[in-house]
């Protein structure tokens, strides 16, 4: 093939590089200065060729360490097609060949989402296993102290008011696994929030001044949506919440690069504001929690269905659970309740006294 190209000639070690000429002839790969001077030679079986990327200069690097570096990509391409049949590196040609570019995109993105479906929900239930309680208590101060700092206010129910919930919820919260002494029920004025209720990972559960004044003193109705929140304690969906957070900001990092502190703020510095919004399993298992925890309790077990009827009437929620939702739908919820309450009294009615 004779003279290929021009480049530069580096010893090993050394960024200085020397003006030669790349020759093939007599089956060796030459690299020669200007003055007739073999500064490398060897066969082409015996070099190594960096492969063609974009516009990168390519490296001939010899047996002996020195090396040829040039801008000619072609004039190398046409040694490599010459020898092997192969005219650029497969890198190069992965660069050219847009469904092989796709195809890589999209084992990408399956193995994501094989990591989200499957290694995440692992790690989940493993890291719910292993922590220790000073972690849920860390986690609700967090949250608590943010919403007390950007949210709620002072409770203005009255003292009596106070007392009767409480009374009622320490009733429900004794027939729990936990008993009573795991939770402490707080009263807030909701600010932005409105009517609403929550339970956060170590036990607290928050309910305020307007969903009270929603029910209208049907404090049943109201203890019954307290023995919900109990059961997302009990079940651990708070932290199963933040853990899964956590994951998916881990997976995020891994495909994206570092976030900085995203982790360390979802654990710790009000993380627990994700127990606000549950899956739709969660909130299915947490209102059959009620059904049981309020028979046990003596109280109407289907009186959470009464807040469900009053948010279709009051709050014009009547939207179905579609397939796209992660939440039920309020229609749906209220009915699975009183059919699970009329399950549990059948099942009650049957067994001897």
């Known amino acids: 093939m004779g003279n290929l190209t021009t480049g530069l000639w580096h010893r090993e070690g050394s960024s200085a590089g020397r003006g030669a000429s790349l020759i093939f002839a007599d089956d060796a790969v030459s690299v020669v200065a200007a003055d007739g001077t073999v500064l490398s030679a060897a066969a082409f079986d015996k070099i190594d060729i960096s492969d063609r990327v974009g516009s990168i200069p390519r490296r001939l690097t010899y047996p002996d360490r020195t090396s040829f570096e040039t801008m000619d990509n072609d004039a190398i391409d046409a040694l490599v097609a010459s020898q092997k049949g192969s005219r650029a590196g497969w890198v190069h040609r992965a660069e050219r060949v847009h469904p092989r570019l796709l195809l890589f995109v999209l084992l990408t993105f399956l193995f994501a989402f094989s990591i989200y479906r499957y290694a995440v929900p692992a790690l989940v239930e493993v890291a719910v296993l292993v922590t220790p309680p000073v972690v849920p208590k860390l986690m609700s101060q967090g949250t608590l102290q943010t919403l007390d700092t950007t949210t709620f206010s002072p409770s203005t129910l009255s003292g009596a008011d106070k007392a009767k919930l409480h009374d009622g919820f320490e009733k429900v919260a004794a027939k ?163 059919d699970y309450a009329q399950e549990l009294k059948v099942k009650a009615a049957a067994l001897p006294n």
């Open 176 to 338: 729990s696994e936990r008993g009573a002494g795991g939770f402490d029920l707080q009263f807030r004025s909701g600010g932005l929030i409105g009517p609403n209720a929550f339970a956060l990972p170590d036990g607290t559960v928050i309910i305020t001044d307007e969903l009270v004044k929603l029910a209208d003193g049907d404090t049943e109705m109201l203890l019954g949506v307290l023995a919900h929140e109990i059961g997302h304690v009990e079940l651990k969906h708070s932290l199963r919440q933040i853990y899964r957070a956590a994951g998916v900001t881990g997976l995020i990092m891994l495909i994206g690069g570092d976030i900085g502190d995203s982790t360390h703020d979802i654990l710790v510095q009000g993380g627990g504001l994700l127990a606000l919004s549950y899956s739709r399993a969660y909130e299915n298992a947490a209102d059959r929690h009620s059904v049981e925890l309020m028979q046990k309790a003596g109280y109407d077990p289907a009186a959470i269905a009464r807040f469900f009827a009053l948010v279709e009437d009051k709050m014009n929620d009547h939207s179905p659970t579609s397939m796209l939702e992660t939440h039920p739908g309020t229609p749906e919820r209220r009915t699975a309740v009183l």
